[in-house]
C-alpha cells in the first residue's frame, strides 16, 4: 500500500478548509495551487482505497494464520513445528525484502503500479498455497514459498505515509486482523475434505477456501485501482504538488520549530522496545495452535475453529483498547501507558508456564488406542489415566491427537489449563495494542518536526525482524525444549524492555519539551 497521498489529512475528518483565506498569497504561488473540492474528493476516495488495501493485506496474513499448522501437518506428516516457525516467519522475511524494491519503484513511476503488481503477486501466491497439496513431495517448501510471496506482494504497505491517517490506517489494519480468524473459523465448517475439482486438481476446503477468497478480494481490489484510485500529492498546508514524488518536508524556507538535534539514545530505545512487542506478538500468534493441540488433544479442524474464535474475540479487545487508549494517554501520558503495557504481556506470558501436575495426553498412547475417548476441554480438570496399548487394525484412520512422543518434553512437562491460556489470551490482547499505538505515538513525538522518513524505517525494519525472529525462536525452542523454557525466556525479555524503560523513562519526551518550547504536561 502505497500513500498515493502525502501530508495531513486532518481535515478530511472534521470537512475544514485546508488553507486558511489569504494564506496562498503568502507562499510562493509558483510552486503550488489550492485544492479544489473535487481535487479533495477524488483524494479521499484514494485515501480510503489505501484503507481497503491495508485492510485486505493484513486479512491476508490472519486468515490463515491458525491453519497453517494443521494444513502443514496434513500435507507432510513429517514436518514438525519447528519448520511452522520458518513458514509464519518467511511472509515478514519476503515482506522485509519487498519493501526497499517497491519503494525505489515509486520513486521514479507513478505508485499505483507497484500497488498494483504486489496485489497481483499476492493474488498468484494465495493461489499457490491452495495447490500445495498437489506435488507429491517437498509440499513444506511450496507452502513455505507461498507464504514468502504473499509476503513479497505485501511489501508495498511500507510505501504508506506516516501522517494523521496513521490511526485510520492502524484501525483497517486492526479489523483485518479481527476478521482474517473470523472468516477461517467460518470455512471450517467446510470440513478438511471439501469438495475437490478434479478437473483442475483443486481441493476447495477449510484450508484452501480462506486463501481463494483472499484472491478474489486481491482481485476487487486492483480492479478499484484502476477504475478509482487516482495519486495525488499535497503537501502540508494542502497544496497541490506538481512532483509526482513531492516531498512535503523538503522546503527553501527554514523550520524555526525544526532547530536542535534529535535524542537518538531515545530512538534506539523506541526500536528496541518497538522490537520486543511485536516480538512476543509473534510468538503468541506463531504457537497457539500447535500449542492447543498439544496441550488439549484437539483436532486439526477443533483447533482451527476454537483458536479462530478465541483470535477474534482478542482482535475485538484490542479495538476497544486502541480507541480507549488515545484519551487515556492525554491524562496520564504515552510512557506510563507504555510501561503498564509491558507489565500486562509480562503478566499475560508469565501466566502461560506450566504450573500444574497433569501430564497432557501423549499421542502415541493415542495412536495405539482409538477406542480411549480424547480429553475434551471441559474435562481438563479429570485426573490423569493410564492407557492401556492396543494394537490398531492396519486400515485405521484415526487423527493422531495429543503431545508428540517425539517431543521429549511432553513425558514430564505439566499441561498448560485452558483456563490459563484464555486468561494470557486476554491479556496479551490487552497489553499489545496499548505498547503498539504509545510507542508510536513516543516516536512520532521524539522525532518531533525533523524529517521522519529514514527514522520510520529504522522503527519498519524493528518490527519486520521481529516478526521474521518471533516464530523461528519460538518454534525451535517450543519443539526442542517446550513450553515451559519458551515462555520464561519470553519473560525474560520483556523484564529486559522494563528495565530499559525504566533507564531512558526521562528521555523519552517529545522533542519541542525537549528543547523549552512546549511544556510537558503528563509524567
Request: charged letters at 15%; a negative charge.
Given at each position: 500500500m502505497a500513500a498515493a497521498v502525502s501530508g495531513p489529512e486532518v481535515a478530511a475528518e472534521g470537512q475544514e478548509p485546508l488553507l486558511r483565506p489569504g494564506e496562498a498569497d503568502e507562499e510562493d504561488s509558483g510552486r503550488d495551487v489550492v485544492e479544489t473540492q473535487e481535487h479533495y474528493k477524488s483524494r479521499w476516495r484514494s485515501i480510503w482505497i489505501m484503507y481497503l488495501t491495508m485492510f485486505l493485506s493484513s486479512v491476508g496474513f490472519s486468515i490463515v494464520i491458525m491453519s497453517v499448522w494443521p494444513y502443514l501437518q496434513k500435507i507432510d506428516p513429517t514436518a514438525d513445528a519447528s519448520f511452522l516457525g520458518w513458514i509464519i516467519a518467511s511472509y515478514s522475511i519476503g515482506q522485509m525484502v519487498a519493501s526497499p524494491l517497491f519503494g525505489l519503484w515509486s520513486n521514479y513511476r507513478p505508485r499505483r503500479e507497484p500497488l498494483v503488481i504486489s496485489t497481483a503477486i499476492s493474488v498468484a501466491a494465495n493461489c499457490l498455497y491452495a495447490y500445495v497439496h498437489v506435488p507429491h513431495s517437498h509440499n513444506r517448501y511450496y507452502m513455505l514459498a507461498a507464504r514468502a510471496l504473499v509476503g513479497f506482494g505485501a511489501g508495498a504497505t511500507s510505501l504508506m505515509e506516516r501522517t494523521?491517517?496513521?490511526?485510520?490506517?492502524?484501525?483497517?489494519?486492526?479489523?483485518?486482523?479481527?476478521?482474517?480468524?473470523?472468516?477461517?473459523?467460518?470455512?471450517?465448517?467446510?470440513?478438511?475434505?471439501?469438495?475437490?475439482?478434479?478437473?483442475?486438481?483443486?481441493?476447495?476446503?477449510?484450508?484452501?477456501?480462506?486463501?481463494?477468497?483472499?484472491?478474489?478480494?486481491?482481485?476487487?481490489?486492483?480492479?478499484?485501482?484502476?477504475?478509482?484510485?487516482?495519486?495525488?500529492?499535497?503537501?502540508?498546508?494542502?497544496?497541490?504538488?506538481?512532483?509526482?514524488?513531492?516531498?512535503?518536508?523538503?522546503?527553501?524556507?527554514?523550520?524555526?520549530?525544526?532547530?536542535?538535534?534529535?535524542?537518538?539514545?531515545a530512538v534506539v530505545a523506541i526500536n528496541f522496545l518497538f522490537f520486543v512487542i511485536l516480538f512476543v506478538f509473534a510468538v503468541f500468534e506463531t504457537i497457539a495452535t500447535p500449542l492447543t493441540m498439544d496441550m488439549y488433544s484437539w483436532t486439526r479442524k477443533e483447533a482451527v475453529f476454537y483458536n479462530g474464535i478465541i483470535l477474534s474475540m482478542v482482535g475485538i479487545e484490542s479495538v476497544i483498547v486502541f480507541m480507549v487508549v488515545k484519551m487515556l494517554s492525554k491524562k496520564t501520558g504515552e510512557r506510563a501507558i507504555l510501561h503498564g503495557g509491558l507489565l500486562i504481556v509480562l503478566v499475560g506470558f508469565f501466566i502461560l508456564l506450566p504450573w500444574g501436575k497433569k501430564l497432557p495426553n501423549i499421542q502415541w498412547q493415542e495412536i495405539k488406542n482409538n477406542s480411549i475417548p480424547r480429553t475434551a476441554a471441559t474435562e481438563m480438570l479429570m485426573p490423569f489415566w493410564s492407557l492401556q496399548a492396543t494394537p490398531l487394525p492396519s486400515n485405521h484412520t484415526v487423527e493422531p491427537v495429543g503431545c508428540p512422543v517425539t517431543q521429549s518434553w511432553c513425558l514430564n512437562t505439566p499441561m498448560i489449563y485452558l483456563a490459563q491460556y484464555i486468561s494470557s489470551d486476554i491479556l496479551i490482547g490487552l497489553g499489545y495494542p496499548v505498547c503498539n499505538v504509545m510507542s508510536y505515538t513516543l516516536y512520532s513525538k521524539i522525532l518531533g518536526p525533523k524529517p521522519q522518513g529514514v527514522y520510520m524505517g529504522w522503527l519498519t525494519a524493528s518490527g519486520s525482524g521481529a516478526r521474521i525472529l518471533g516464530p523461528v525462536f519460538v518454534s525451535q525452542i517450543y519443539t526442542r525444549l517446550g513450553p515451559r523454557w519458551a515462555f520464561s525466556l519470553i519473560c525474560g525479555v520483556v523484564v529486559v524492555s522494563l528495565l530499559l524503560l525504566e533507564i531512558v523513562y526521562k528521555r523519552l519526551i517529545a522533542f519541542s519539551v525537549r528543547y523549552g518550547r512546549m511544556q510537558e504536561e503528563n509524567c
Open positions: 494523521s491517517t496513521m490511526a485510520n490506517t492502524s484501525a483497517c489494519q486492526a479489523v483485518g486482523f479481527i476478521l482474517g480468524p473470523v472468516f477461517q473459523t467460518c470455512f471450517t465448517l467446510i470440513g478438511e475434505e471439501g469438495i475437490t475439482w478434479k478437473l483442475v486438481q483443486l481441493q476447495l476446503n477449510m484450508y484452501t477456501a480462506p486463501v481463494l477468497f483472499a484472491a478474489l478480494l486481491g482481485v476487487i481490489n486492483i480492479i478499484l485501482f484502476f477504475s478509482i484510485f487516482r495519486e495525488h500529492q499535497v503537501d502540508d498546508m494542502g497544496r497541490q504538488c506538481k512532483s509526482v514524488n513531492f516531498e512535503g518536508e523538503e522546503s527553501n524556507i527554514p523550520d524555526q520549530d525544526a532547530e536542535g538535534n534529535i535524542d537518538h539514545v
